[in-house]
T-cell receptor, first 112, second 121 residues
């Protein structure tokens, strides 16, 4: 059974810092991995999607990497801003299925 | 990206009543949609897979008679919480895979609705 873990559960940093969020999964037989952002009481916004054959994806100040063999992904946020404050969730799509398995999320707070 | 909407965004109901939540793909067709629930400060848990034209597939431990799912068309799936009780209070979110023929569809990127907050008194 696929399990996804995110560390840390919460993170608070001053504005301007670069930071890394971690995601690990137990079964390397994944189809893809997605990073999402969730603001309080809101739905999910897709940030980046990495296919199992890819090593990384970039969008603006965000960079996500994937090491499928070790079951790890990282989300790198450069030059953090207060508007980046949210919960970040990673999810993997298991091979042979369409459903996603989510991690518990990292609650990020960027202090002005 | 593809847009998924949900209605209502929030609902308060009395214990014992039924509540219907709609999930729509606004600018694309979705033969499959997914329903999740999220408890406060917890992650999303998949409840069921909604299939257009056939029965929904429920995850282990989810009562199919309590959470009725109907995928009425290629753009609409509904979740009905029957005989709701306070423990059913939660945030319900639906998602749909990106449309076929698009890059999102090719990569099977999933798009989520804004969620529905259900409070059962």
């Amino acid at each position: 059974k696929q399990e996804v873990t995110q560390i840390p559960a919460a993170l608070s940093v001053p504005e301007g810092e670069n930071l890394v969020l971690n995601c690990s999964f137990t079964d390397s037989a994944i189809y893809n991995l997605q990073w999402f952002r969730q603001d309080p009481g809101k739905g999910l916004t897709s940030l980046l999607l990495i296919q199992s054959s890819q090593r990384e994806q970039t969008s603006g100040r965000l960079n996500a990497s994937l090491d499928k063999s070790s079951g790890r992904s990282t989300l790198y946020i450069a030059a953090s801003q207060p508007g980046d404050s949210a919960t970040y969730l990673c999810a993997v799509r298991v091979q042979g299925a369409q459903k996603l398995v989510f991690g518990q999320g990292t609650r990020l707070t960027i202090n002005p | 990206g593809a847009v998924v909407s949900q209605h209502p965004s929030w609902v308060i109901c009395k214990s014992g009543t039924s509540v219907k939540i709609e999930c729509r793909s606004l600018d694309f067709q979705a033969t499959t949609m997914f329903w999740y629930r999220q408890f406060p400060k917890q992650s999303l848990m998949l409840m069921a897979t909604s299939n257009e034209g056939s029965k929904a597939t429920y995850e282990q431990g989810v009562e199919k008679d309590k959470f009725l799912i109907n995928h009425a068309s290629l753009t609409l799936s509904t979740l009905t919480v029957t005989s709701a009780h306070p423990e059913d209070s939660s945030f319900y979110i639906c998602s749909a895979p990106g449309p076929g023929g698009s890059l999102a569809g090719l990569y099977n990127e999933q798009f989520f609705g804004p969620g529905t907050r259900l409070t059962v008194l």
